[in-house]
């Protein structure tokens, strides 16, 4: 993740689906759908909108705040912190 978020810094989001679910936390955030927003598996959300993923579930999510970017993996998928 952190490779993907250096070769995207200008990016407002970077999401990780399965196919069932591509492109969906984009289309929630775009649409103001807040519940939908964390349909992913893992994500790399910049600092301009990072205020809509603050309250984040630990015991769904892996979370790592950097100083430009927030990373969140969920827990079901990755097992462990892929960063």
Do not use: C
């Not at 993740?1 to 492109?23: K, R």
């Not at 600092?47 to 705040?65: G, H, Q, R, V």
């Not at 950097?66 to 990755?78: G, P, S, V």
């Amino acid at each position: 993740m952190n490779s993907f978020s250096q070769h995207l810094p200008n990016q407002s989001g970077v999401y990780f689906t399965n196919e069932a679910t591509d492109g969906r936390p984009w289309e929630a955030f775009v649409q103001n759908d807040l519940e939908n927003i964390w349909m992913f598996d893992a994500a790399i959300i910049y600092k301009d909108i990072m205020k809509y993923y603050e309250s984040i579930d630990d015991s769904i999510f892996f979370s790592n705040l950097q100083k430009n970017e927030l990373f969140i993996a969920r827990k079901e998928t990755w097992i462990k912190e892929p960063w």
